[in-house]
């Protein structure tokens, strides 16, 4: 498969070209900017100008133009300027998903502010440590969130009432209070460089930290996939089902409204619910997804035996393991190409990516290779160039990478460090993330620095393991956590077989001691073994013995993360429930 790499062509103009064979790290990372600079603000403005007639929102209930929704949103803009906003100041958005959820993002950003999302569901110490870290000056909500706040005295919404401590302005589409207001775009200029948001996540302390993206790199990454990656255009619909607080819905949000395409909106929770989104997906004709491989997993499967998923062109998968077991039932299922990305959200959403079409041999671990605008480092403890194929931590650098942490200078300065590629003050990210570059120029994720594990005296990556598993050919899914024994910890594996892989193994949830518990089974599997078995012997053929798990427990699903993602807790709290497996005659488990 050939990948496209951006250039710089004598005129400035960016072109690409085709790289089928190795190339330097010079030639794949990108140290050119953007030819120009815009901002969201501008994309959204010029749609709705140019195309006002277009259907711009579909919500449960609600269709909206662009010159509807394009209202609403300089209207409630006014409102929040009117409420003491100023260029770069904190709103929160506490809302469900919905209409009145995408009308307040934009009108944040359109008003000068930065926003931040604040999920509804989030337990009241967290929207609270959030909102203050924040320094929120405003927040964007609704009537069921003020209620459930407990702090209006009659349950009910008023403009500038407290929630969560913050001063709230009401958004209801159904009882739109701002109808006086212009409906005109404002015209306030927004710097290129300005705040457009802020995204909290965890942290190794257990502190979430608000990483903060400008206007000018999320647009660029927009303006990317519109023109360059994907083609996306007025005939196209972005599905945003994802959590506001997962970078990803920035990008489901944004990509459709900067290009006069349609958005539509998922019911809350309704991502929870694979037969609804396929449903959705068929009736409103979306052509773009965003999908962890679990999800794109359920919605395969829902999906299988009809045509519902045919309007899909274009499929971003990431966050998770594909196995080529997955990707073959994609193409069997879909005839489009399948892009599958990396990127941290302190690094505007994506920093690297690769296209599978008709193979994917690069399946088990590939995140591909640097988007424009972006230099990815493999470096050793000294941030020196690590060879090619031996690990080291990915350091990320270049137009898009964020500002740096909200409000927390300490930890801005340990993560965002003096680029000595570049000079001049440049930045670059260090991401805990392991990697290698394989010699091809395609970039593999190897774990986290901060996932090692310790196995007998051998450290290891839990996503090493998970990789040699998602090869089985009959292993749709695959997660692998360590067990809590403090004193002999133990590698547990989980697998979700192929439909027609595993059906005759023993109960889902029953786990089988393994190669570290049952030696025979490290050399491959016996006539009528189970399931488990031949999984074991298969990692024992590609692992080293201390990397082989102890016990593969077949399961009908793996558990997921309201993101999307495996929910590790999950399984180290069922494998805990489960029990050890047997001991051996040596005493070994």
């Not at 009117?82 to 009108?107: F, K, N, Q, T, Y």
């Not at 009401?170 to 005109?184: F, K």
């Not at 590698?491 to 949830?509: I, N, S, T």
Request: charged share 20%; net charge negative.
């Amino acid at each position: 498969m050939g990948m496209m790499v951006s250039s710089r062509s004598g005129d400035g103009v960016s072109s690409p070209r085709p790289v089928d064979e190795p190339a330097t790290l010079q030639d794949l990372n990108d140290f050119s900017g953007p030819v120009t600079v815009t901002t969201v603000v501008d994309q959204f403005t010029a749609q709705v100008r140019g195309t006002p007639e277009a259907t711009a929102v579909v919500a449960p209930g609600v269709r909206l133009t662009y010159r509807e929704f394009g209202a609403r949103v300089f209207q409630l803009a006014r409102v929040l300027r009117a409420r003491g906003l100023g260029p770069e100041d904190i709103v929160g958005i506490r809302l469900v998903r919905s209409a009145e959820m995408v009308v307040a993002l934009l009108a944040v950003m359109v008003a000068g502010g930065a926003f931040v999302p604040i999920e509804p569901g989030w337990p009241d110490q967290r929207r609270r440590r959030v909102l203050a870290d924040a320094r929120a000056r405003l927040i964007v909500t609704d009537a069921d969130a003020a209620a459930a706040s407990g702090e209006l005295a009659d349950g009910g919404m008023v403009d500038g009432g407290l929630v969560d401590g913050v001063p709230a302005v009401p958004v209801d589409l159904s009882a739109w209070s701002w109808g006086a207001e212009s409906a005109e775009p404002l015209d306030l200029p927004i710097p290129p460089a300005a705040l457009a948001y802020v995204i909290f996540t965890s942290g190794s302390t257990g502190a979430p930290k608000g990483a903060m993206i400008r206007h000018e790199a999320i647009a660029e990454r927009l303006r990317w996939q519109v023109a360059d990656l994907f083609g996306f255009g007025p005939d196209d619909a972005s599905l945003f089902k994802a959590p506001l607080s997962f970078d990803i819905s920035i990008n489901e949000i944004l990509l459709p409204l900067v290009c006069g395409g349609r958005l539509v909106v998922a019911e809350p929770d309704g991502e929870q619910d694979p037969g609804y989104l396929v449903d959705l997906i068929e009736d409103e004709r979306v052509t773009f997804v965003y999908l962890v491989s679990s999800m794109l997993d359920v919605l395969l499967e829902a999906a299988e035996g009809t045509d519902a998923l045919a309007s899909l062109r274009h499929v971003w998968c990431g966050g998770e393991v594909l196995t080529p077991a997955l990707f073959a039932r994609f193409r069997a299922q879909l005839g489009t190409a399948m892009y599958h990305g990396y990127g941290p959200a302190e690094t505007t959403i994506g920093v690297s990516h690769v296209i599978y079409k008709d193979s994917a041999e690069r399946l088990a671990a590939s995140i591909g290779r640097p988007n424009p605008h972006t230099q990815l480092h493999v470096v050793d403890d000294t941030l020196a160039p690590v060879p090619d194929g031996e690990v080291g931590e990915l350091y990320v650098a270049g137009f898009l990478l964020g500002r740096g942490y909200l409000n927390n200078g300490p930890l801005t300065a340990a993560r965002f460090v003096a680029d000595p590629f570049a000079g001049g003050g440049a930045r670059m990210y260090r991401t805990g993330d392991l990697a290698r570059w394989n010699g091809a120029g395609w970039l593999e994720f190897v774990g986290r620095a901060d996932n090692q594990v310790k196995i007998r005296g051998m450290r290891l990556e839990l996503e090493e393991v998970e990789a040699a598993l998602a090869t089985h050919p009959r292993v749709r899914r695959a997660a692998v956590v360590v067990s809590r024994d403090a004193a002999s910890p133990r590698l547990l594996a989980f697998v979700v077989p192929d439909a027609d892989g595993g059906a005759a193994d023993r109960p889902a949830g029953t786990p089988v001691p393994g190669p570290a518990s049952a030696p025979g089974a490290a050399e491959g599997a016996a006539p009528g073994g189970s399931f488990s078995d031949e999984v074991l012997a298969w990692c024992a053929d590609l692992l080293p013995q201390y990397m082989v798990p102890s016990a593969v427990t077949v399961l009908p699903t793996l558990p997921v993360t309201a993101g999307g993602k495996v929910d590790r807790r999950a399984l180290t709290e069922q494998a805990a429930a489960a029990g050890r497996p047997r001991a051996t005659a040596d005493g070994r488990r």
